[in-house]
């Protein structure tokens, strides 16, 4: 039998072998005190991280002897990469640089707890095989910017380093010295009382939700630009809500949420940053409160990208039309009871 002497610290387990253990391989010694398998367990041992009375062990046949002190330094787990997976894309571009796709709602773009298949990077693995970046790191493969799960549009991605590196520094950058914009629309309640603005409103941290973001004197920088594009009347026929086009001059998380949320115009359908704004789904046409219900998540959508090619150096410009739930949404809203919305902002 083997006795423990000591419980995890610091990834270091130590055991001691009994009387009955005198003689037997260490491999089989840990294999019964450590929930390894032989093959991890031979591994550790081969790469050093094995000690018998402080002295290394490189042979995972030695023998041991009752009453030796055997400790094993187990190192962070690797970050397992994400395997390919035949997800559909839908591909606006793409040559041996970079790939621009159309992100449906609902598709998380990287792993992460949670969510370890089924994403974006998965279809990417498989769809753009070894070319794909690995810059961005083992679980962000070719990934120079996000878009949340539940918001739709344009992404780009890389296909080889030299790409990665371009792109991420146009992302940096914010077009202050190229052609290079990311715009979104974005049905919020209410109506703003102008018809333009620009939020310039530091984020970080929640201080008391780790997975949200907020408006904080400490925060990072963060501007956004947004246009009034349409006013949608209620069944009170006061405005409930409206179609706005943002501008991001900085890309931080879940900026347009935060920002539109802090200037009194939450996303539609967003529960984080909008949740005391669902009372006004009352003043909504039973067609459009259905319409809101059907969505994923919030209502917002990427639907301009404009950079220059990161190698080849000509301006690439995609547009993104609204995805048939936010039109349908837009629809209902903007013609209660019917008809045509008027043209196309997208």
């Not at 459009?288 to 190698?311: F, K, M």
């Amino acid at each position: 039998m083997v006795e423990h002497i000591g419980r995890w610290q610091a990834g270091t387990l130590e055991t001691v072998t009994a009387a009955d253990q005198a003689g037997e391989r260490l491999d089989r010694v840990l294999a019964g005190a450590v929930a390894l398998s032989r093959t991890r367990l031979k591994a550790l041992i081969l790469a050093g991280e094995v000690k018998i009375g402080g002295r290394t062990i490189r042979d995972p046949g030695h023998r041991v002897n009752a009453g030796d002190v055997i400790s094993v330094n187990l190192p962070p787990p690797e970050e397992p990469a994400p395997r390919g997976e035949a997800i559909p894309l839908n591909v606006v571009y793409e040559d041996d640089d970079i790939i621009v796709i159309d992100k449906p709602a609902g598709l998380v773009v990287h792993p992460a707890a949670g969510n370890e298949t089924g994403t974006l990077v998965n279809a990417l693995i498989a769809h753009c095989g070894d070319s794909l970046s690995g810059i961005g790191g083992v679980r962000r493969p070719g990934i120079v910017h996000r878009l949340d799960k539940e918001t739709s549009g344009l992404m780009v991605a890389a296909k080889n380093d030299r790409a990665h590196h371009a792109l991420a520094a146009q992302f940096a950058d914010h077009g202050r010295t190229g052609p290079f914009e990311r715009g979104y629309l974005a049905f919020v309640w209410g109506a703003p009382d102008r018809p333009k603005g620009v939020i310039d409103a530091p984020l970080g941290r929640h201080p008391r939700a780790r997975d949200r973001q907020a408006v904080r004197s400490d925060g990072r920088e963060a501007i956004t630009h947004w246009q009034l594009m349409e006013r949608y009347a209620g069944t009170d026929g006061r405005p409930v809500a409206s179609l706005i086009a943002c501008r991001l001059e900085t890309g931080r998380t879940h900026q347009i949420r935060v920002h539109l949320a802090q200037i009194g115009h939450p996303l539609m359908g967003d529960d984080v940053y909008g949740p005391g704004f669902k009372t006004k789904a009352a003043h909504l046409t039973p067609d459009a409160r259905t319409a809101l219900e059907g969505l994923a998540g919030q209502a917002l959508h990427s639907y301009l990208l404009i950079l220059r090619h990161p190698l080849l150096s000509q301006k690439l410009e995609f547009r993104s039309e609204l995805p048939a739930a936010l039109a349908r949404l837009r629809h209902e809203l903007a013609c209660p009871g019917g008809g045509d919305p008027g043209p196309g902002v997208a």
